[in-house]
Structures are given as structure tokens and as C-alpha cells.
């Protein structure tokens, strides 16, 4: 069995919205007074009931509160149970050192709640581009339906967005792994926001024009007097132009990560993480092009989040297709030369260019590092394949 989740944006009235916002609250409410009950009154609670206070103990004093106060019990009962839940997941995460210790949910972050399937009606598709189900407490509820779900729905998520409201469907179905011949491939993910394949091929996230719009807004906001009505309405802008930005972005991960789970069986990364604590492999551990993340104009966390994000995507797809991801460590690979191995700062001519100064080997920098990422991962033994065929063979392919 394999999980999956969908999300289609909901189109309702006011009245309904609203609903949503203060149902987002009641249950942001429930899950901080629960996380506070925890934090400072377990030994109270422990005096008094002799045991501690554990998920059935907070779903009882829910069923109680809810009797007593009218707008707390107007929300679906079930997704305050489902903060609870969230609770003691969290308390048990950190229980066993897995995570930290529980923050408090905080309005415009944590705008959403949760339904389990048992409690919500059966999707019903209107015509090709509309579907509805119905909620408890708020009845029917419209969504632009983009692609079907085939599979036994789990829970629902209702969660705020910039763009507007969205529902997520969790969902299982079968599937049987097939497998998989196609050919590997190394990718060099830069730290501009382009991707390289060992192929030759290069490819951008086309988000360029909208990050220096929204750099844009974020001036205007911080030039407008502190705290207006106009200084709001420009972080607003801001806001909204960073999620269609987001939006692109995350299509693009989508699309050219499907694109790379069709066509190749192993996929060669480095790893992230190795590259992070290098403080930029590219910049200041092999010195050439030092400032680049900031001429790349995107915020160097949004970036690292789009590429571990591309990372994921790709593993799941890959993996569905019966291929794999193999991850190697990044240093060196921009310096050193694919065609005859020498190593040498100086065989990076400047960002962009990378010519072997032992063997006049020229390319692009960045397919030269994603050929050697691809050797890295898939080589038997150094000095065999790097004279050997497993470039020529990915040009040809
Ligand atoms: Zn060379």
C-alpha cells in the first residue's frame, strides 16, 4: 500500500470562510490550552487524579468545555480531537528525543485542522472540473477538482493559504514497484537556481521575475509608516506575489521531476547536507564565485528549501517507477575535471565555464560537476570508469 496526498483549492462564500478561519482558531485555541495544561499543571493534575494527563484525559475535558462554552462546540468536534492527537504525538516525538520540545500553534502559520474520512461524506464529482464533499458542521463544500483520487480516503485537511482555501486528501492505494532499466544520471542542483544533468542539459526554476517583484513590494512596505493600513496592504502584495512565486516553483519541482523519474533508473544527487555544513561547496570551500546566492536574487533558505524539496519529490517518483536515488558527497565535484580527473581550483575558469588545466577539457561548469556527481555515484572503482563510458553513454542516451 502506498500513501498520497491531493490538494484542491476550495471556492466558497464569505459566511463559509469565515467558518473555516474560526474553526482554524478553536482548534489552534484547543491544542495551546491542552499544551499548556501539559506544560504547567501535570503535577496538579497528577495530585489530584493520580495518573498523568494523556490524550483520553484532554478528550474528556474537551467533551466537558465543549458543553459549557457555545462557540467552542460549534466547530467539528473531531478536528479538535485531531489537535489533541497532534498533542500527544508531539509530547511522545519528544518523549523519545525525536523532536523538540511542543511550540504553541500560532495564527497565519498553523491555519488549518484536520477531519478524519469516517466523518465526512463521499466525494461527489459535478462535471469534469467540480467535485464536493460534506463536513461535519459545515455541510457541503466545493473544490476545483484537478486530478481524481483512487484510493480510500484517510483524512481530510482544510488549511489557508495566501492564495485562498485548500483541502487536502490523504488517501492508500496498491501498487505493484516495476522495474526499472533506464539509465542513470548525475545532477548538479546549483546554488543559483538552475539544475544540470551529466546529459548536458540545463534548466532553471522560472521564478526570477516574481523574487525580484516581491523584493520589490517588500521595499515599499518597509518605506510606508510602521504598522498603517498602507504598510499592511503592501505586505499583503508581498505576501501574495512570494506564494505565486512558491506556486511556480513547486510546479516546476513537480514537472521536471516527473520528467527525470520517466526517463532515468538511478539518479545521482550530492548531499545536501554534507554541501550545507561545507558552508557552500561552490563559494567559500573551493572559492570560485563567492557571492553568487546573493546575485542569484532568491533568499538562500527559500532556495535550500526548494532543492531538498526537489530532492523528495524526485526520491518518491523514482521510487514509484522502481528506480532510486543514490546520494554522494559534493566537494570537489565543481573543481575537478570529469574527462581526466585532475583536481585543480584552477580549472574553474569563472561560474559559469570550467576548462581542465591538465587536459584542455571544456564545459559548462555545472554539467562537469553533475558528470562527476554521476561518476561519483556509480563508478565501481575510480580510475576504470573515469577514462570509461558511462558519459558517452548518457550523451548518447
Ligand atoms: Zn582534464
Not at 485537511?157 to 539509465?183: K, L, M
Not at 493600513?229 to 512558491?246: E, Y
Not at 559534493?330 to 575558469?349: A, F, I, L, M
Request: charged share 25%; net charge positive; aromatic share 8%.
Amino acid at each position: 500500500m502506498r500513501n498520497r496526498a491531493h490538494k484542491y483549492r476550495i471556492y466558497a462564500d464569505q459566511q463559509t470562510v469565515d467558518f473555516f478561519a474560526r474553526c482554524c482558531g478553536v482548534v489552534r485555541l484547543v491544542y495551546n490550552i491542552a499544551l499548556e495544561q501539559r506544560s504547567s499543571f501535570w503535577r496538579q493534575f497528577k495530585r489530584a487524579e493520580g495518573r498523568n494527563i494523556s490524550y483520553p484525559s484532554q478528550a474528556r475535558e474537551l467533551t466537558a468545555i465543549r458543553a459549557e462554552v457555545p462557540w467552542i462546540a460549534e466547530c467539528p468536534i473531531d478536528a479538535q480531537q485531531q489537535a489533541l492527537r497532534d498533542l500527544n504525538q508531539a509530547f511522545g516525538n519528544f518523549f523519545a528525543g525525536r523532536a523538540g520540545y511542543p511550540k504553541p500553534r500560532r495564527k497565519f502559520v498553523n491555519d488549518a485542522f484536520r477531519i478524519p474520512s469516517s466523518r465526512i461524506g463521499p466525494i461527489e464529482v459535478l462535471n469534469g472540473k467540480w467535485a464536493r464533499v460534506r463536513l461535519p458542521k459545515i455541510g457541503d463544500v466545493k473544490f476545483r477538482y484537478t486530478r481524481p483520487i483512487r484510493g480510500k480516503v484517510g483524512n481530510i485537511t482544510v488549511v489557508r493559504e495566501a492564495n485562498g482555501w485548500h483541502i487536502i486528501f490523504s488517501y492508500e492505494f496498491e501498487h505493484e514497484t516495476p522495474a526499472n532499466d533506464n539509465p542513470s544520471v548525475g545532477i548538479d542542483r546549483g546554488i543559483v537556481n538552475n539544475v544540470a544533468l551529466s546529459t548536458g542539459e540545463m534548466s532553471s526554476m522560472p521564478t526570477s521575475d516574481l523574487d525580484e517583484l516581491h523584493k520589490q513590494w517588500q521595499r515599499v512596505a518597509s518605506r510606508r509608516k510602521s504598522r498603517s493600513k498602507r504598510q499592511a496592504k503592501a505586505k499583503r502584495h508581498a505576501a501574495r506575489i512570494a506564494a505565486r512565486a512558491a506556486r511556480k516553483r513547486l510546479h516546476w519541482q513537480h514537472v521536471t521531476t516527473t520528467r527525470f523519474a520517466r526517463r532515468f533508473g538511478t539518479a545521482v544527487l550530492e548531499d545536501l547536507k554534507i554541501r550545507n555544513m561545507s558552508a557552500s561547496a561552490r563559494g567559500t570551500a573551493e572559492d570560485p564565485g563567492r557571492d553568487v546566492a546573493q546575485k542569484a536574487g532568491l533568499n538562500r533558505s527559500i532556495l535550500a528549501a526548494a532543492w531538498f524539496r526537489f530532492e523528495t519529490l524526485l526520491t518518491y517518483k523514482l521510487d514509484f517507477l522502481g528506480g532510486t536515488v543514490v546520494k554522494v558527497d559534493p566537494r570537489y565535484t565543481s573543481v575537478t575535471c570529469s574527462e581526466c580527473g585532475s583536481r585543480d581550483k584552477g580549472n574553474r575558469e569563472n561560474q559559469a565555464k570550467f576548462l581542465c588545466l591538465s587536459c584542455g577539457h571544456a564545459d559548462h561548469a555545472d554539467v562537469n560537476a553533475a558528470v562527476n556527481i554521476l561518476l561519483a555515484g556509480t563508478r565501481p572503482s575510480a580510475a576504470s570508469e573515469r577514462s570509461g563510458g558511462s558519459r558517452v553513454l548518457e550523451r548518447a542516451a
